[in-house]
């Protein structure tokens, strides 16, 4: 008597596909659909989508589409925030030679007065008040 050994698949795991992070996620929602609109517009759609696709808290949808926001719009900027010496007091910039630009606590309170009085500060989510964008 013949022995017959069936034929079956090798049972190698399947390769995980890799889940988008929210900061993905985000950033893709702005180059799909950002773009087209308006700061103002674009900051409270993303984190709308993100509360409601991502089950994020306001706080958090709101900081991840204010992030996409300046990655999708500073893509093909020379300039850049030096993230190493920016602190809780003061924003680095550095321009394409590399020249820093310097804003303190003090700088950024006096655009937006200046934003404000010209009529240009804009509030995103009117119900919190929050975040504030300068239009351009």
Do not use: C
């Amino acid at each position: 008597m013949t022995k017959i050994t069936p034929i079956t698949a090798a049972t190698k795991p399947r390769a995980r596909v890799p889940q988008l992070d929210t900061q993905n996620i985000a950033i893709t929602w702005m180059f799909r659909y950002g773009y087209q609109l308006d700061r103002v517009t674009a900051l409270e759609e993303l984190t709308h989508y993100l509360m409601s696709e991502l089950d994020l808290s306001e706080r958090a949808a709101e900081i991840q589409a204010i992030q996409a926001y300046a990655e999708t719009s500073g893509a093909g900027q020379l300039a850049h925030i030096d993230v190493d010496a920016t602190t809780a007091h003061v924003v680095v910039m550095r321009t394409m030679g590399g020249r820093a630009v310097v804003f303190t606590t003090e700088d950024l309170l006096h655009v937006l007065g200046r934003a404000r009085d010209e009529g240009k500060a804009r509030v995103v989510n009117s119900s919190t008040r929050t975040p504030i964008v300068i239009q351009q």
